[in-house]
């Protein structure tokens, strides 16, 4: 058997169970070690290779030596009778019958995985004198391939002698591939790795792990044997030869290659140059950028509008210069957001590499939908189906564009391209126990990583967030963090966070040296900080007008009023409710073209359309919309207009309005919402000149203390809308960027209940500060118990990071597991009436273009009323083997657009979105 390690198979045909033709085990060994050797010595940043060779205790050369080695030895534990005699290989079972046959094998008692663990370290202790601790930590790492690393516990028990078959023959065969593996691949005992941190294993398991994924296509490393009774002659060293030609065609044409790190930094004006003149945060940036050496952590804090996306991305791309980190994933807080950056980042990239095909990634849950991104994967299926990729001179007659690369769009791989835009989640998901946790991090690598809208991340999220910052740091990514207002405390825990990721502590001068008032740029790296207050652009300082306004006076005659000489106004809720109650009340006011809905509860079609008509009537003049039907919109600003909308402008979305109507809310959000207003320079009607803000008052004041709506006590917390509302009840005008920082520190600071307060306001502050505090505890608390072990953990961290947690959409609480998101439990359904569920056939699972069409009428739902009702329905049956549908409830609609849940009357209404009433009595659309 040893004289022909060909008779082990690795892979079998998934079509034709009669077929014969399988994939020898030491092919499959040699295909994946020279994909990661080809990662290694092109796709890896020399500051990645140099960090793990540090790690290991070798030169660069022995390192990538023992790397490939170990990806080769990654299913080493294949050569097992456990895995040998699967059923679906009877076929060859007379082959292994002179190795002995132990009774009763089942495969899944003993995962080929586990097994590699667990054999391992005897060979590499006994053949490289590799000490235990070494040896065991290395057999680990690979041995969790598939998703998870074995434990302690499974290795100890549940790890049936049988199924490894410890006899002298299987013993013997393990032993030899190891041994022929390491002659192919150079390694030896004169040199050997003799220790790995926590972060070069978490890297070290991504990279076998991706490669295992690349090595395993059969496209390109086809099955050697077509007949077990033919065997091929064919020595190891010819087909290694064999396998490093398959091994640059697959990377080639999956979409790794084509774009090369830069060797040359361009100047802020190079790469923006329709900014004429840098304002003084861009400014700031570039200085920051001269005296920084990476990793180290940037933090933004700057008014809206003031341009800390191009201070970023210039950060970002001077950073990226060889030999630093390579590539860059910019996470937001939503969809919507991501959608708008991704435009942004894609032109950036476009004009920065003209001769690269440069590989752009869009990562949320509903980014197959999104119209710019599927015309870069069409892109990207025509520029890498090419035989080759640029050569020297760029991509020449194949022509130079951003991309999206096909297998980077699959579950887990998006943040392995080298360049990504999308949710905060993506990136918040390489710190939690979930399956592949290491592929994430390990695409996070060496890759800087910005981070906007900080300040919208509650304590849950920004203890992911830390956590996240931590292995940033360990793996060498450099971080710009930005926001418009973050309270001092934050800021200073989240700098601690990635410092402590370099096993760095701040003495209490160098914390003084972080001191600067706002808006101010922070850093730190090993070795240095500093902060610096910046100054704001003439147009960002301003008086914001403060009206407070009640229930009493019909808001649409004050609106219609002010808006007599045109003018283009927002009015923001708190709840999708809310948001319907209002846009009827302001129908008898306006007429249909001079009023608009825009919030969460819309079908993604509806959502999709009603967000760009947003953007094409109060967006910045001059820019272009792309709406679904292909057709480019120009912004042309209406005369006179009403957008009523929640929370989803409030964020990175690019509009302008003359006048902004809020409800109370978080005075960080508030002051959010106002970068919406006289966000560009442009004419404004006379009344509106002057930036104003009305600002609704709580539902009630008794005896001083106020009682806020429920549905905003619903959606924020008690104590910080009593703050906020305190902050700001006696203010006329807020000056902006000076009085910001007061605002921010009243509310989320230590704060005592103010001495002129009355007895009712006193006991109602200490009651939901009490609430406040257990909030935070509780969400703390949870956010400790699925991350990922911080890489400085003084002991093993492997066996506590197998929590094996779900994944799918994080930014979709799917089930009531929290992952990135502490939220309530919300549900994904798919709204069909007869005359789609007609044209659909909801009987058969439906591929990709099928499911991408269904996905357009879906819509998540939180509403306890049906939420429950919702979640106890399983998925529907067609569905659950559908990578994009899976998750999603179907609900059948009639001819009126309405379905029944419990005692609950839901209705998709083409105005106003999903509506849903205990009866049909109970009704917005009630004369």
Not at 253 to 282: H, V
Request: glycine share 6%.
């Amino acid at each position: 058997m040893t004289n022909n390690l060909y008779l082990l198979w690795a892979k079998l045909p998934k079509e034709g169970k009669g077929s014969r033709a399988f994939h020898p085990l030491i092919c499959h060994m040699l295909d994946v070690a020279v994909v990661a050797r080809l990662m290694w010595r092109r796709l890896l940043p020399d500051a990645a290779r140099q960090r793990i060779a540090e790690s290991l205790k070798l030169s660069a050369e022995e390192t990538e030596r023992w790397v490939v080695y170990l990806a080769a030895l990654h299913d080493l534990g294949k050569a097992s009778p456990a895995f040998q005699l699967r059923k679906e290989a009877a076929h060859l079972f007379n082959i292994y019958a002179a190795l002995g046959k132990p009774p009763n094998i089942e495969a899944k008692d003993c995962p080929h995985g586990r097994v590699t663990a667990g054999e391992l370290p005897q060979i590499l202790e006994e053949e490289f004198g590799i000490e235990k601790p070494v040896s065991d930590r290395l057999a680990v790492i690979i041995g969790g391939h598939h998703g998870t690393f074995p434990t302690s516990h499974e290795l100890l028990n549940r790890y049936p002698d049988a199924g490894v078959g410890r006899t002298n023959k299987w013993e013997g065969i393990r032993r030899e591939l190891a041994r022929r593996l390491a002659r192919l691949f150079g390694v030896s005992n004169d040199s050997v790795p003799r220790d790995c941190d926590h972060a070069s294993a978490m890297f070290i398991a991504g990279l076998v792990s991706v490669a295992d994924w690349v090595g395993s296509n059969s496209d390109f490393f086809p099955y050697l044997v077509n007949d077990f009774e033919s065997m091929p002659t064919l020595d190891p060293a010819e087909y290694l030869l064999k396998a490093e030609t398959s091994a640059e065609q697959a990377l080639n044409r999956l979409g790794w290659m084509g774009w090369r790190q830069p060797e040359a930094r361009l100047a802020f004006s190079q790469l923006f140059n329709f900014i004429s003149s840098p304002r003084p945060l861009q400014q700031a940036a570039v200085e920051t950028a001269d005296k920084f050496t990476p990793p180290g952590i940037v933090i933004v804090e700057a008014p809206m509008g003031e341009g800390k996306t191009e201070a970023a991305l210039y950060l970002a791309d001077y950073w990226g210069v060889a030999p630093g980190p390579r590539g860059c994933y910019v996470a937001l807080p939503t969809q919507a957001t991501s959608n708008q950056m991704f435009t942004r980042v894609r032109d950036f990239l476009s004009a920065r590499y003209p001769a690269d095909r440069v590989n752009l990634q869009l990562l949320h849950g509903h980014a197959a939908l999104s119209s710019e991104f599927r015309l870069l994967r069409e892109n990207g299926d025509r520029a890498f189906d090419l035989e080759s990729v640029c050569g020297e001179e760029g991509c020449g007659e194949h022509g130079a564009s951003v991309v999206a690369a096909e297998w980077f769009t699959h579950r887990k791989r998006g943040l392995l391209a080298p360049f990504g835009v999308g949710t905060v989640d993506q990136a918040l998901l390489a710190t939690l126990q979930t399956r592949h946790v290491f592929v994430r991090l390990f695409g996070l690598a060496h890759k800087v990583v910005i981070v906007d809208e900080v300040h919208a991340y509650d304590a849950y999220m920004s203890k992911l967030l830390e956590r996240l910052l931590e292995w940033l740091a360990a793996l060498g990514s450099p971080v710009a963090l930005l926001s418009a207002t973050l309270p001092n405390e934050k800021r200073t825990a989240l700098l601690k966070a990635y410092l402590r990721g370099l096993n760095r502590e701040l003495s209490a001068e160098e914390e003084r040296q972080l001191d600067a008032r706002y808006p101010r740029l922070s850093w730190a790296n090993a070795t240095a900080q500093g902060a610096q207050t910046i100054e704001v652009s003439d147009h960002i300082r301003r008086k914001l007008k403060i009206e407070w306004m009640d229930e009493s006076v019909a808001l649409g005659q004050r609106l219609k009023d002010v808006l007599a000489d045109g003018g283009c106004a927002a009015v923001i809720c708190n709840t999708v409710n809310r948001a319907q109650q209002v846009y009827l009340s302001l129908k008898p006011y306006f007429d249909a073209a001079e009023l608009d809905l825009f919030h969460a509860r819309y079908l993604f079609k509806d959502r999709d359309e009603r967000e760009k008509r947003a953007l094409s009537d109060f967006g910045k003049d001059g820019a272009t919309i792309k709406f679904d039907d292909d057709e480019a919109r120009t912004v042309r600003r209406p005369y006179r207009k009403v957008l009523v909308a929640t929370q989803v402008i409030e964020q990175s979305l690019d509009l302008d309005f003359d006048l902004m109507v809020t409800d109370c809310a978080p005075v960080d959000l508030i002051l959010q919402r106002s970068g919406r207003l006289h966000r560009h320079e442009r004419a404004r009607p006379e009344k509106l000149s002057q930036p104003t803000l009305w600002v609704r008052q709580p539902e009630s004041v008794e005896d001083g203390a106020p009682k806020f709506d429920l549905g905003s006590e619903a959606v924020y917390d008690a104590h910080v809308l009593l703050r906020s509302w305190w902050a700001l009840r006696d203010r006329s005008e807020i000056e902006i960027p000076a009085q910001i920082e007061e605002l921010i520190e009243f509310v989320y600071g230590e704060q005592s209940c103010p001495d002129s307060a009355s007895d009712a306001l006193r006991e109602h502050w200490l009651k939901t500060a009490a609430g406040l505090r257990e909030d935070l505890k509780r969400m703390e608390a949870e956010a400790q118990r699925v991350v990922v072990p911080e890489p400085t953990y003084p002991d093993d961290i492997l066996d506590l990071s197998n929590k094996r947690l779900e994944e799918d959409e994080p930014e979709i609480h799917k089930s009531l597991q929290a992952l990135t998101r502490l939220t309530e439990p919300n549900v994904s359904v798919i709204c069909l009436s007869p005359e789609q569920r007609r044209r659909f056939n909801l009987t058969k699972a439906p591929n990709v273009s099928v499911a991408k069409d269904l996905l357009r009428y879906s819509v998540t739902l939180n509403s306890k009323r049906v939420v429950w009702a919702l979640l106890a329905q399983k998925p529907h049956a067609a569905w659950v083997k559908s990578a994009l549908l899976r998750r999603y409830r179907l609900l059948e609609l009639d001819e009126a657009g309405c379905c029944e849940i419990g005692k609950y009357r839901l209705q998709v209404h083409p105005e106003l979105g999903v509506i849903i009433n205990e009866s049909e009595r109970e009704s917005f659309l009630k004369e």
